[in-house]
């Protein structure tokens, strides 16, 4: 039943190994991700692949909808290990337009156990209730909701007390927003020119302040959100 998976993993791996012959070597040795990969479970969105990292250079944590909630121990399990531990530089919370979960919780259906999941993002749809009823069309109400989500989930992130003490002792670390697109065949979106509404703005755990865009973090941003990539968010998020 899984006999092709295992053949596409030995494949991969001779591939790995004629490319670089100290690749698995290296790995055994030590992990040292300057990142850690927030994002959605959705099969259309291979953290590594996207932003084409090899293994041991993203850690990743995902789940349904790509939420950091404060009460989840699996989500701060993982951000106390990627920042105490592995001292990450870069904590990147990555939705992605179309998702499932997003349209999941507002659709009015009932799921079971997963709606309870998706409750921060039903909070955060009336929170912006106004503004959404204001957009026409679903799908792009749908796309809007998905980017209200990751800024909510940032703020989650950025006001953990594992960040905070990161700050306060002066550890380098920044939390990147960002949204792909899932549904994109294979190209990139020319977007250099365009940093999104939110460029610019400091997370702090009181809310979303506004100062001068920082250049170099732009352009991390760009660089470590590139693949499928069209709408980004850029945070100072230093305390």
């Known amino acids: 039943m ?8 030995r494949a991969w791996a001779a591939r790995k190994v004629a490319a ?11 992990q040292a991700p300057e990142y850690l990969w927030i994002g959605c479970s959705d099969s259309r969105v291979p953290a590594n692949e996207i932003v084409d990292l090899d293994p041991g250079e993203l850690f990743v944590h995902r789940n349904i909808a790509n939420l950091a909630p404060p009460q989840d121990a699996n989500y701060l399990s993982v951000l106390q290990f990627a920042v105490d531990v592995l001292k990450v530089k870069h904590i990147l919370v990555v939705g992605h337009y179309g998702c499932g ?4 919780a507002v659709d009015g259906e009932r799921r079971g156990l997963v709606d309870h999941w998706l409750h921060p993002i039903r909070e955060a749809h009336q ?11 679903e799908r792009t109400r749908l796309n809007r909701l998905c980017e209200l989500n990751v800024i ?3 703020r989650n992130v950025a006001s953990d007390v594992f960040v905070q003490d990161a700050w306060a002792r002066g550890q ?3 939390v990147l927003p960002a949204d792909t697109d899932a549904t994109a065949a294979g190209h990139q ?3 250099c020119d365009q940093v999104a509404r939110y460029a610019g703005q400091r997370v ?6 506004r100062q001068a865009p920082q250049t170099g973090d732009l352009q991390q941003a760009r660089q470590i959100a590139a693949g499928h990539d069209r709408h980004q968010y850029d945070y100072d998020c230093r305390g």
């Not at 929170?127 to 069309?137: C, P, S, V, Y």
């Open 2 to 9: 899984i006999d092709h998976l295992k053949a596409n993993n």
């Open 20 to 30: 670089d012959a100290d690749f698995f070597k290296r790995l055994e040795r030590q």
């Open 101 to 104: 979960g997003v349209r999941a």
């Open 127 to 137: 929170q912006h209730r106004h503004e959404l009823d204001g957009i026409a069309d």
């Open 152 to 154: 909510r989930q940032v």
């Open 172 to 174: 380098p670390l920044h």
């Open 189 to 191: 979106a020319d977007h």
């Open 204 to 209: 702090t755990p009181a809310g979303i302040e």
